[in-house]
């Protein structure tokens, strides 16, 4: 047996291997720039955003998830009460896991929840990919400082927080 032989079968083998790949492939789970602009326009933005009133008051409700979107950093330093860290790295099976059921009520928050901050909400990004994964009651906090900065003082202390942790020092 020749290394041409070797050669034509390795690239037999690997032709059968790339064909049979996208049947185990779900085309719906595959998202682009472009599938994901048109679902999430789709959406209507508003309906799943609401004040930090209605926040608490779903929060008290059975079959409720709050998810943080911040980093873990962030997360770890200090969060609403009960809520899991989401992170902005979602799948379907971080999802699977940490809400598994899909009729349950999502809360969602991020940095620019509280502060007005020079990144794009990730609340505005995650709440489309939550329901293109099935949930239907998927709600994003609205940004408690628009307005007045003296809500924002107000919010604080209606949002059951933990504790601040103390911020580990920076090793070099």
Known sequence: MTSRYFYKL???????CLAVLPVNADVRDIVTH???H?????????????????????????????FDLRSRQQYERQHIQGAQHLGSDITAEKLQTLAPDKEATILLYCQYSFHP???MSLTMLSMPQLVRHGYQHVYTLKPVWMGKMDRYEEALKKLPMTPLAPVAPVEN
């Not at 390795?10 to 059968?16: I, Q, T, W």
């Not at 209507?44 to 709050?66: G, P, R, T, W």
Request: include cysteine.
């Open 117 to 119: 901050v020079r990144m």
């Open 38 to 66: 048109d679902f999430a326009a789709s959406l209507d933005a508003e309906a799943h955003e609401i004040e930090l009133d209605k926040f608490l008051s779903l929060m008290q409700q059975d079959n409720v998830v709050v």
């Open 10 to 16: 390795n690239c037999v083998l690997l032709l059968v």
């Open 34 to 36: 472009d599938n994901y």
